[in-house]
């Protein structure tokens, strides 16, 4: 499988060398591999390359250097340093690097570059002099250390003239060495369940009783424990979204078709993430035919249905057992009761019912709880929100498996 960019949003950051005259080319490279891209120019950079050209490819309007009153109307630093999962920088000439080093903001990119969370990667570009010199060395040497990607440099003739090191890399290679680094390799050889979406409870032919998920957090978790190396299979109850790539989807209705196929492999399994919210309870009976209407009143006898969760952190061989709970109060404490009730090894809290995280919105935010820790992970989309819940999935199963 080779890693792609899908569902990621790229921050590139062109800074002036002459290597940015590549960076329409590289946004296309980033699209082709799925990326979403936005772009900073830093001072300078626009004379390398028109703005105008990196609107076309991006699809979006370019931000310049300065952070004005327009500027910061629109997507302020703050929005895109929080919009970004990877700020790239390409060119990074040895005037940025440095900057970086120094923690400057004196500029839009360098401040989205001290105010983001996500990663930063750099493709260093410069004249072989300067990539040798012991004050670039030293700053990458640091920048390495703070757990910045180094893309680069490629080595060969330059444009001053010169041959050597510092040559940036090709736009295909940054764009795939991107990609790469978002492939952890963490659960490689593991087997991972995820359920996720509604279920729908069938009435008659045409109704039923069903719940706002839309899928997406359980559908973003299939992607990132796929990234993460797992072999995935996703159950999904009914939803608008496409299968992830590269894993393995049985599609479901009802609760009692969730659970028999969790069920039919769930002995396979290393880890099972139950992110669907399945109907609690489902109609005593569902009519063959359209019910129609003729009573004034009518009433709906339900009947409980399986635990699916509870049922698989029963087994006898089980899996490790993760679970979510969807709260409109005293979220962390329902929560906690449900991890001890269903015996599970972690339980995401997810505050639902206002309108910016939880049921159909692309963002979330979560509190991490296990028997003896908890840790909040803040709102962010649910893709970015995913990686780093996969990343404590693996670290707890792998302390719990040694
Ligand atoms: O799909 P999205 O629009 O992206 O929204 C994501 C989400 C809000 C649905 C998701 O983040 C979430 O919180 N999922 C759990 C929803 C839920 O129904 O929680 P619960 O508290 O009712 O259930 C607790 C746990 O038991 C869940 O892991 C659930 O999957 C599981 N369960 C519940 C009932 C049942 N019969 N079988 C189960 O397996």
Redesign the pocket.
């Known amino acids: 499988m080779t890693p792609d960019l899908k569902n990621k949003r790229v921050l590139l950051g062109i800074s002036a060398g002459i290597a940015a005259y590549k960076t329409p080319d590289l946004v296309r490279k980033l699209g082709e591999l799925g990326a979403e891209v936005q772009v900073v120019m830093s001072k300078n950079s626009e004379q390398f390359v028109a703005p105008l050209a990196l609107q076309a490819v991006s699809g979006h309007d370019v931000h310049h250097y300065a952070m004005t009153a327009d500027s910061e109307s629109g997507m302020g630093h703050i929005d895109l340093a929080r919009w970004a999962d990877v700020v790239l920088i390409a060119p990074a000439t040895a005037n940025i690097i440095a900057r970086l080093v120094q923690g400057n903001a004196d500029e839009l990119l360098t401040t989205i570059c001290v105010a983001t969370e996500a990663r930063i990667a750099v493709a260093p570009a410069m004249n072989q002099q300067m990539w040798q010199n012991p004050a670039t060395e030293s700053n990458l040497t640091t920048l390495a250390q703070r757990e910045v990607l180094i893309l680069g440099p490629d080595s060969g003739d330059q444009a001053c003239g010169e041959v050597g090191p510092g040559r940036m890399l090709q736009p295909v290679d940054i764009a795939q060495q991107l990609a790469n680094s978002f492939h952890t390799g963490q659960l490689t050889g593991k087997k991972v369940m995820i359920?996720?979406?509604p279920t729908w409870e069938a009435l008659d032919p045409v109704r039923g009783i069903t719940n706002?998920?839309?899928?997406?957090?359980?559908y973003a978790l299939a992607q990132a424990a796929v990234e993460a190396g797992a072999e995935v299979t996703l159950v999904s109850g009914p939803t608008h979204i496409p299968s992830p790539d590269h894993c393995a989807i049985k599609n479901v209705k009802s609760?009692l078709d969730m659970h028999e196929a969790v069920m039919q492999s769930i002995d396979q399994q290393d880890i099972f993430i139950?992110?669907?919210?399945?109907a609690?309870y489902r109609p005593v009976a569902s009519a063959d035919q359209k019910i129609k209407k003729n009573a004034d009143e009518m009433t709906i006898s339900l009947v409980k249905?399986?635990?699916?969760?509870a049922d698989v952190a029963s087994l006898e061989k089980r899996p490790f057992c993760v679970?979510?709970?969807?709260?409109t109060n005293d979220v962390e404490s329902y929560a906690r009761a449900?991890l001890e009730r269903?015996k599970l090894d972690l339980i995401a809290a997810?505050h639902?019912g206002g309108t910016e995280t939880?049921?159909?919105?692309p963002d979330?935010a979560i509190t991490l709880i296990s028997s003896e820790h908890s840790e909040a992970l803040p709102k962010a989309n649910?893709y970015a929100l995913a990686r780093e819940l996969v990343e404590r999935i693996a670290t707890h199963f792998e302390q719990k498996n040694h």
Not at 358 to 361: C, D, E, K, R
């Open positions: 359920t996720a979406g706002h998920s839309s899928g997406l957090m359980g609760a139950g992110v669907a919210a399945v609690d249905n399986p635990d699916i969760l679970g979510f709970a969807a709260e449900k269903k997810n639902v939880g049921f159909g919105t979330n649910k």
